[in-house]
Nanobody
Framework: QVQLVESGGGLVQAGGSLRLSCAAS????????MGWFRQAPGKEREFVAS???????YYADSMKGRFTISRDNAKNTVYLQMNSLKPEDTAVYYC????????????WGQGTQVTVSS
């Protein structure tokens, strides 16, 4: 069982930056692929980025070059650095975890709100 707790959301002006953190419980954090997803009001949840146990990263096309995912296995934490934020980045951001070979993410955090003002 893995518990995930996100933090770092807030209100920022367009063009600004935020860094989200996701702290995970459990002794096998380093074995999981970690992902960030987001859900804007009235829209479906969408993939943002993921990072494997071996630090391979993958991004949604619209986030490439602006967002950076990283992990610190010693701290059981995954991060999402978000730069050049746009109003359309406003959403609840969720952290998720899964074993690499699983299709679906198994564990989810409660989400953190990011609001970008124009």
């Amino acid at each position: 069982q893995v518990q995930l707790v996100e933090s770092g959301g807030g209100l920022v002006q367009a063009g600004g930056s935020l860094r989200l953190s996701c702290a995970a419980s459990g002794r096998t954090f380093s074995s999981y692929r970690m992902g960030w997803f987001r859900q804007a009001p009235g829209k479906e949840r969408e993939f943002v980025a993921s990072i494997s146990w071996s630090y391979n990263t993958y991004y949604a096309d619209s986030m490439k070059g602006r967002f950076t995912i990283s992990r610190d296995n010693a701290k059981n934490t995954v991060y999402l650095q978000m730069n050049s934020l746009k109003p359309e980045d406003t959403a609840v951001y969720y952290c998720a975890a899964k074993f690499e070979l699983r299709t679906d993410y198994e564990y989810w955090g409660q989400g953190t709100q990011v609001t970008v003002s124009s």
